[in-house]
């Protein structure tokens, strides 16, 4: 109770041989009796901000240092457990979503920042760097099984939760492309890998292939040629061991005609 505890932390007191001692069996009677650091300052107990509740270490009325909020009836948010200071959210902590969404990482200043680990309600799971609430830095997605888009896992670049800058979009059936991005969308050079080992380097526009391109085909050939609003244009021509063998003219991305060389 707290009369023994008063009683055994004061004869450790005055037993004390040296400073260190002291100041650790004085912390220790402060927080067996009052449950108050007396370092900093931090109670450990209940807060109540109408109808969420929190259950930690406190200060000043803010949390401060570990605890739990539980928001009540209503809320768009379901519970937190993490680190905080002055009342936000910074160190490390959890953060969990009515809808199942739920977030494991670092947090600065009440935001998202640094490394973690995001579930979607859908069943995506990205893991990497957050920054201002968003995924930003290096990152990678995987995506839920029989997702809309039938992709396997996005891993590169991000900025302002999009993809953004150098990354590579794999897909469940093994095609995959490695290049540039911004705001979602290829856009910049990149390289388009086949299952069957084919693979083209061309340069993008919002996600469509605009421009010169290069084919290489498994079978040893080479194809060049040109893109307009993702469709084939113009003459493309196929090199074998880099000799010209024959020209193949695309109008609207449609086979038109073949030149024998």
Wanted: aromatic share 14%; proline share 2%; hydrophobic share 20%.
């Amino acid at each position: 109770n707290v009369e023994t505890a008063r009683v055994e932390r004061t004869a450790d007191i005055q037993s004390s041989t040296s400073s260190e001692e002291l100041e650790n069996n004085c912390r220790l009677l402060a927080n067996e009796l009052l449950n108050v650091n007396a370092t900093i300052g931090v109670i450990h107990g209940e807060l109540k901000f109408g109808r969420d509740r929190y259950l930690g270490e406190y200060k000043d009325g803010l949390p401060h240092g570990t605890g739990k909020i539980t928001y009540g009836t209503g809320n768009q948010n379901g519970s937190k457990f993490y680190e905080w200071r002055n009342g936000k959210m910074h160190g490390t902590g959890t953060f969990v979503w009515v809808g199942g969404e739920r977030y494991v990482g670092t947090f600065n200043d009440g935001t998202r920042e640094g490394y973690g680990t995001y579930h979607f309600a859908n069943g995506d799971v990205y893991e990497g760097e957050f920054q201002y609430n968003n995924r930003q830095g290096r990152g990678k997605i995987t995506y839920a099984p029989n997702n809309p888009n039938n992709c396997n896992y996005y891993d590169g670049e991000w900025y302002e939760g999009k993809k953004d800058g150098k990354g590579t979009l794999v897909w469940v059936n093994g095609e995959r492309y490695e290049g540039d991005w911004k705001r979602n969308n290829r856009h910049g050079n990149g390289t388009y890998f086949f299952p069957n080992g084919d693979y083209e380097v061309a340069s993008y526009v919002n996600d469509k292939k605009e421009g010169h391109a290069t084919y290489y085909s498994s079978d040893g050939s080479v194809w060049k040629g040109s893109y307009v609003n993702d469709k084939r244009e113009g003459n493309w021509d196929c090199y074998i061991q880099n000799k010209l063998k024959r020209t193949w003219l695309y109008k609207n991305g449609e086979h038109k005609r073949t030149i024998r060389r």
